[in-house]
């Protein structure tokens, strides 16, 4: 069931947008189009779901699943850079530096962050929440959101002090959870209803899903995975499973788990497909 | 006259710019600071101006001057990148990838890019032109805007054949035209007024700019201007001087200047300012 309905909002975002890409000229539009293919598509999962128990319409809601999925795009893009992480391999296939150049990927990340907001300025809501989105958007994107967790990340490494569990979840709340908790907020914010359920339940989720992927980054296969893995133990960073073992983080995210799907109590089984989205969080292998 | 209404702006917007960065945090933020310092305040001054002619009040305009120029900031730090043009010198400092490195400088132009949504989206504006602003904004730099003219030019110096006068100006025009249109163009498009009046003169004004800045590129000063000059020549690239001799480049952007106050025409002395500011497009010496 949870599976099926996955698959289905993963085939509608793919469609949407390669569409969407469907005009752009040059290598940067060729890019583009081959960053949006594939991927979990988790953040525009959720975007449609809290769209659905908010009575906004599909169509509108998929605005927003192509602008998260697009500024994800290229947050994965910049990333994976030499200058960052420098991976070759992403989603099981070459990353755009490999690909094309660095020069290529530097443009397709800029160019995919400015028109997730052109998609997301084209959604038809009304113009006040339209703005109340996008602001959204912009903070949980920038310097204050997933910015400020890479920039922490940055210079955790460069400073070669491992950061303490509160220094990690900060870190994270930024680079990961930010995106997330947008996503899923989305449909109350279109329909200009209370956030505070769907909060909750993201900020439980984004930290959740962090833990696994560090869990995964250790007991993980490169292969299903598509990218290198065991990067943080080479590089000596402090993780959640370096600072509360491996069981204690499969517990921590388990809790977490349980917590977001409490969150959505006043929902009902209305929220059946985001309750199993927590569950799919950590239970995946990829 | 001119020149104090250009230097009034330049410190307001300079104070502006500076207060909106002020809260933000890690080195991101330091450079962040640092690349909005200096500069011409061209694009600024145009929406300051343009703003002012359509009765809307400067508090407001200033956002619009302030994310434009955010906008720029983080094009300049991004093309300086040693994947893209390498420039070492930046308005005679270090550009932020010698000051810091390529991570901070690949981070600083996505927090400036995406802070610049923020800061415009702060602006107290009626929420419908305010998407039309934004709307515009995300088209003027993007893919098929400003990414585009980087674009089209990156291929040009990889495809070693020179572009003919009518490929150079499509790239100019997306290269450094739309973000000069949309800031001349943003005084209408905030007051819900018509903006085509604007629109003549900034087409004219852009390809007048990009016309001085390839004869700079020859004739410039390396220490006035605070770059490395004669690029061009060296990548062996088609420029408006090497199309039309130094003789015609001159004489176009005279001509492109003239048409610019032209199109004003209906504006009478009150756009004085701007009128002037297209004088000084082609007599500058930076």
Known sequence: MFQAALEDAQDRIETALQSELSGIETT????????CQGGKRLRGFLALESARLHDVSQGTAMSAACAIEMV???????????????????????????????????LTGDALLTYAFEVLLKADV???RQIDLLQALAKAAGPQGMVLGQALDIAAEAAK?????????HLQRGKTGALISWSAMAGPRMAGDDTSALEGY??????????????????????????????DGAANKATFVSLLGLDGAKSRARDLM?????ALESYGTEARN?????????????
């Open 202 to 231: 993201a900020d439980r989720l984004g930290l959740a899903f962090q833990i696994c992927d560090d869990i995964l980054d250790v007991e993980g296969n490169p292969e299903d995975m598509g990218k290198r893995l065991q990067k």
């Open 274 to 286: 985001l309750k199993d989205a927590a569950r799919f969080v950590i239970d995946r292998k990829t």
């Open 161 to 169: 002090t491992p950061l303490g569990i509160d220094e990690i979840t």
């Open 28 to 35: 940067i539009g060729d890019a583009m189009r081959y960053t």
């Open 258 to 262: 349980q917590d977001a799907i409490d």
């Open 72 to 106: 994800h795009a290229y947050s994965l893009v910049h990333d994976d850079l030499p200058c960052m992480d420098d991976d070759d391999l992403r989603r099981g296939r070459p990353t755009v530096h490999k690909k094309w150049d660095e020069a290529t990927a530097v």
């Open 126 to 128: 009304n113009p006040s």
